[in-house]
């Protein structure tokens, strides 16, 4: 693979803003937002603080002048590990019909991000062997 991938780089920054974003909202707002979603606010809380040495390292592979499979491989996993700890979220916290739409949501952006930079890296390997 090419280690400067420009589609790759655009998906990762714009991981890196999203997990800013929500990182924010989560961990500054855990309080208020802990009864209408039906949440815990420790979870809330704690998730958010855990993206935003997400939101750094993912900031830092958009801008590093060689990409490592190996990073974006690692983005692509840990999204994937969201997803499914937010499906448990929902399946153990019993969360309100709003906590599940926000859970729900975020699983669902971060699945697309997963898909795409996998997408990219085959995109990548493709162009790396001359396909």
Avoid: I
Avoid at 12 to 32: E, F, K, Q, S, Y
Avoid at 39 to 67: C, I, Y
Avoid at 77 to 85: I, L, Q
Avoid at 121 to 129: K, S
């Amino acid at each position: 693979m090419t280690a400067d991938l420009s589609f790759v780089r655009r998906v990762l920054a714009a991981d890196a803003v999203t997990c800013a974003a929500a990182g924010a909202l989560m961990a500054l707002a855990a309080a208020p937002l802990a009864g209408p979603l039906g949440l815990p606010q420790p979870l809330l809380f704690l998730a958010g603080l855990s993206l935003f040495p997400v939101a750094a390292l993912f900031a830092w592979m958009s801008r590093t002048r060689l990409l490592n499979p190996g990073l974006v491989w690692l983005a692509v996993a840990g999204n994937a590990g969201w997803v499914v700890g937010s499906l448990a979220v929902v399946a153990t916290c019993k969360p309100t019909v709003l906590g599940a739409a926000f859970v729900l949501a975020q699983a669902g952006a971060v699945a697309v991000l997963a898909a795409l930079e996998h997408a990219g890296l085959n995109r990548g390997r493709r162009q790396a062997h001359g396909a």
